[in-house]
């Protein structure tokens, strides 16, 4: 357990007899330190006076994970997910060998499996940043990790200069060499990752204050569409009684006709329909643009196509699309860093993504065979293709296990 251990304290059956010294990790930090985005112009405008009182009209970037909008949810979700649900598997030398116990669990005391600790970690990495805290170590490489929540690590230059060597600290603790530092997109000049929610987070905040207001437009039933014209000038005290006359009249008498008097009128205006006040269009474009920034197509997520009907082949296409534009590169840095980290020079862990978008093994089997047949591809150059190489590649590309 090491320094784990010395992190968060072994559990007592007395928490009176802990020891006193015991740390306590701190609060979440809301913002980031304004020295940490040295080199960037951070603007962030100042709420406009109207908004009503509760309603949320600023994004905290990587700190406003407990406010996503329902849009960006499912978009994080996705590609955790689906990258999760990924078989992986060992190469060594560009042959296929018996997976390292952290591939099929990282830390047993923590996570079920692979995929609980992969969806984490990649949920991280897309908010911009992703700390992995090594529990222990065999023969000098991590055999026990876990990921650790951003603000819970405390990234500093080591002689206080920027673009010096980076350090961390879990409280008072210096954790630099067991930790590996997973950043979305870096910068020379930034301690920290930025992600994509980040950059569009005037998107966030309009989805969100969209959102608000269709809840207010339901729970309410909309404005009023209607006013109460009188001919002469009244005092506020005047306007006042009117105006609670006219409620409580209206509430005495449901579904009866209003009767006015004494110079007064009823003004109105046409009711506009449950999808104008909505602003429907608007919140569609919104959330589309954070799907976007998210990397997923927005038909994945729900969201109207924009174009004629979808057939099977152009939503193939998408899933394709969506692998080879999103899902690819982020597989890619995410497990190119964990392996020159965890393993040896000679070894890499990869992630079999064909599982999410490669064709039936009927049609790939009849690819192969054509080709064979014109003498352009031999049998060993398919079992190359397919993976197929080393005594445990059956089982690993399908993440099943020898028996």
Known sequence: MGVWSNLFGQKTENRAEAPSDEWNPPAPRLTFPVEERAGA?????????????????????????????????????????VLASLPIYHVQRDRIVAPTPWMIDPDPEV?????????????????????????????????????IPPWLVTPEWEDGQVGSRRTYRIGALDVTDQI?????????????GIGPLEAGGARMVAARVLSRYVT???ETGGRPIYWLEVEKKLTKPEADDLLEQWVESR????????????????????????????????????????????????????LPSGGDSMTYSNVSSLFDFHDRSSLR????RVLSALSNWALPGSSRVEMNRDEYTRPAPLERAQYYTQLHSIQAISPEEVRTMERL???????????GTDS
């Open 329 to 332: 590169p982020k597989a890619r």
């Open 41 to 81: 112009t951070v603007m962030q405008p100042a709420d406009w006076p109207g908004w009503p009182d509760g309603w949320e009209t600023q994004w905290d970037g990587p700190s406003g994970f407990g406010t996503l909008v329902d849009t960006a949810w499912t978009c994080l979700d996705l590609n955790a997910s």
């Open 180 to 192: 590996l530092h997973l950043r979305y997109r870096s910068r020379f000049d930034r301690l920290r």
């Open 216 to 218: 207010e437009i339901a």
């Open 111 to 147: 996570y079920s499996d692979w995929s609980e600790f992969a969806n984490e970690l990649f949920w991280d990495f897309q908010m911009g940043e992703a700390f992995l805290f090594a529990a222990d170590f065999d023969r000098g490489y991590p055999s026990r990790m876990r990921v």
């Open 251 to 302: 509430a005495r008498n449901l579904g009866k006709p209003a009767v006015m008097s004494g110079g007064a009128t009823l003004g109105n205006m046409p009711i506009p329909s449950a999808k104008d006040m909505a602003l429907v269009e608007l919140a569609q474009f919104t959330d589309s643009r954070i799907a976007v920034m998210l990397g997923v197509p927005p038909f994945l997520a729900g």
């Open 389 to 399: 190489h080393g005594d445990v590649a059956p089982s690993a590309l399908t993440g």
